[in-house]
Each structure stands twice: as C-alpha cells, then as structure tokens.
C-alpha cells in the first residue's frame, strides 16, 4: 500500500502499510512484519460533496391550528384529498348517515385505489366532487355535519 521513512530517536526505519481492516493494521518494518491496533479514530474524508443548508426557522404561519380531541364532538367535518387522482367511485350521497371511519370514496392516484374515508360521524352535507372528477391534493371532497 503506503512506504514511509521514520527517523525516530535517531534511528531510521522504512514502515510499509500492508493491509488496514477496521481498527488492525499489517505493517511491514525495516522488513519484519507486525499487526499493529489502532487507537487513534480514523478521519476519512468523503469525496461527495456535501450540500449545506441553513438551518429552517418555523414562523407562527407553519403551526397548525389547533384541533379537538379525537373524541370530542365538532362542527362541519371537511374530507380533503391526501394526494392528486381522479374520483373513481363515490360510496354515500348527499344525507347520508356515517359513522366514524366509513368509506366515503374511493380515489384513483398513481394506478393505486385509495380508500377515503371520514374521521368523524355524522351526515353527509354535501358532496364537491361526482364520480369521474379529477382532484388535486388538499382539493375539499365532503362536509360531514353533525347529526
């Protein structure tokens, strides 16, 4: 691998680094060979260049608002898109009683069928989109109302 010369209280020694695996080393010297342990942590330096960004700083805009216990009761439910695709078949119509976790649609996305479904129980006030429609991520798609 790597020659070097020493000079060490005045002497000199060649030193060849045969091979290095973990923390052991083969090295060669003034032609005897021995298997030196290494204490010292190794500084390897990456060839990839790394991208540094500064740090983001959240502003009061990125906390979302507040929102009810899970189990509290609430308002007018909206049902928003997770993600763009199309309306492939709509499973309740408009009065509707659901309860919480029923689906209310299935949503065509990437060649995937996804169920959505409502996070709350309660009455279908009114449906924003109709079978076949394209949406697009955060797109509303139902209002639940309370019963």
């Known amino acids: 691998m790597k020659k070097y010369q020493f000079t060490i209280h005045g002497n000199r020694y060649e030193v060849q680094i045969e091979s290095l695996e973990d923390d052991i080393a083969r090295v ?18 990456s060839k990839t260049p790394r991208l540094v960004r ?7 805009s990125d906390k979302p608002g507040r929102t009810a216990p899970p189990d509290a009761a609430k308002g007018t439910g909206k049902v928003v898109s997770p ?8 499973k309740v119509k408009e009065g509707d009683s659901v309860d919480r976790g029923q689906v209310l649609m299935i949503l065509e996305a990437m060649k995937m069928e996804n169920e959505i479904r409502t996070d709350m129980a ?12 394209s949406v697009l991520e955060g ?7 309370s019963e």
């Open 83 to 90: 993600l763009p695709g199309s309306v492939l078949e709509l």
């Open 122 to 133: 309660g009455v279908i006030r009114k449906l924003h989109v109709s079978q076949g429609d």
């Open 28 to 45: 060669n010297v003034n032609g005897t060979d021995y298997e030196v342990e290494i204490h010292e942590e190794k500084k390897k330096s």
């Open 54 to 60: 500064p740090a983001a700083v959240p502003t009061a």
């Open 139 to 145: 797109a509303l798609l139902v209002e639940v109302g």
